[in-house]
């Protein structure tokens, strides 16, 4: 490589506080860039996502240094699943700060995870961008690589919520048929079977364009992700509701609370089960989570949530509330092979 830079791979487990504190200003001057308006992540806040991500991710990362060896610059990394499903795709990610961008940094950390990809026999590479750095879209173009779904960042200012709005929909709710409960922090034990079973709303939402299998969550990787929630301070908030009749649990949203972005909450899945829908249970659960937020989060002005801009039931509702767009993102595909054959081998 180019004598002023070097690559390596990181080892989150032998990584030194000092390397820790290098990726955490990477990682901040990167998110400053595509959300400018959030505070900076500590360096252990980073160290601690980073060494509880879950097990059931298989995660390399190579990191570009400069010529002194003190300063990232650059980040490559791989991330496969070792589950049943989607054994096809990696999910993969490249990101050169701008003053270091068109030097052919990014096509070199692009090999490694190419070579990583073939090795694994991963056929397909999923990677995102978003149109506050537009050279990740370009790179993608220069790819061949595909729009595989189109998606928004979209932000709700606490201050413009309309608040009849959100009281006629707690006043409509059909609470003769359904009960609301409420979980916060980890799952209950004894209820983790039925909270397997209701994830398995979120494979309805919209893919449209993706090379995706339905994920199948086990009760062990939803533990892995809360240890890796806890281990970042993170507090999370469940809403559900559930058939009075039957028991059934027919639908769900999560707010998340991060302690170092204290003003932005990030909204979490929100799904209704088909078979229950049209009864006004996705606005009732929107509504009674945006009612306690303000009651108990008054530190907390923005929400935060994504959605794919084809998923127009859930954007109705986020509209009616007043969530605007905050942020254009893209998730492409391309064949491994494909770019293999870009990189000239």
């Known amino acids: 490589m180019n004598e002023r830079y070097e690559i390596r791979e990181f080892s989150v487990v032998e990584a030194t506080e000092a390397e820790f504190a290098a990726l955490q200003a990477y990682e901040n001057a990167m998110r400053a860039e595509r959300t400018p308006e959030d505070p900076p992540k500590s360096v252990a806040a980073v160290q601690a996502d980073w060494q509880s991500m879950p097990p059931f991710l298989r995660v390399r990362v190579w990191l570009v240094w400069d010529a002194a060896e003190t300063a990232v610059i650059a980040q490559g990394l791989i991330a496969t699943m070792n589950t049943d499903e989607n054994q096809h795709m990696a999910q993969v990610g490249i990101g050169v700060l701008p003053g270091y961008r068109r030097q052919g940094i990014a096509r070199r950390l692009l090999a490694l995870l190419v070579a990583e990809a073939a090795a694994q026999n991963r056929r397909l590479l999923m990677g995102n961008t978003n149109g506050r750095v537009p050279a990740g879209e370009r ?61 398995e709303v979120m494979n309805q939402q919209p893919y449209d364009d993706l090379e995706v299998e339905d994920f199948h969550m086990t009760g062990e990787q939803l533990r892995q992700i809360e240890a890796n929630l806890a281990a970042q301070g993170v507090t999370r908030w469940t809403l559900y509701v559930q058939e009075k009749a039957t028991g059934q649990l027919a639908g769900y949203t999560e707010m998340m609370f991060l302690p170092e972005r204290p003003a932005v909450a990030s909204q979490g899945d929100t799904g209704v089960f088909p078979e229950y829908r049209g009864k006004g249970l ?61 990189l000239g081998g």
Do not use: C
């Open 139 to 199: 790179f993608m173009e220069r790819l061949g690589g595909s729009r595989g779904l189109a998606t928004h960042l979209n932000q709700l200012a606490l201050a413009d919520l309309d608040q009849s709005l959100r009281q006629s929909w707690l006043q409509n709710a059909p609470t003769a048929e359904f009960d609301l409960g409420w979980w916060e922090g980890p799952y209950p034990e004894e209820q983790l079977a039925d909270i397997v079973a209701l994830h």
């Open 282 to 342: 996705g606005r009732w659960l929107k509504a009674a989570m945006l009612e306690r937020v303000v009651a108990e989060r008054p530190l907390v002005h923005f929400i935060r949530t994504g959605n794919a801009d084809s998923n127009a039931a859930m954007l109705k509702i986020n509209r009616e509330l007043g969530f605007q767009p905050y942020l254009s993102q893209a998730i492409w595909q391309v064949e491994t092979a494909q770019v293999k054959a870009y």
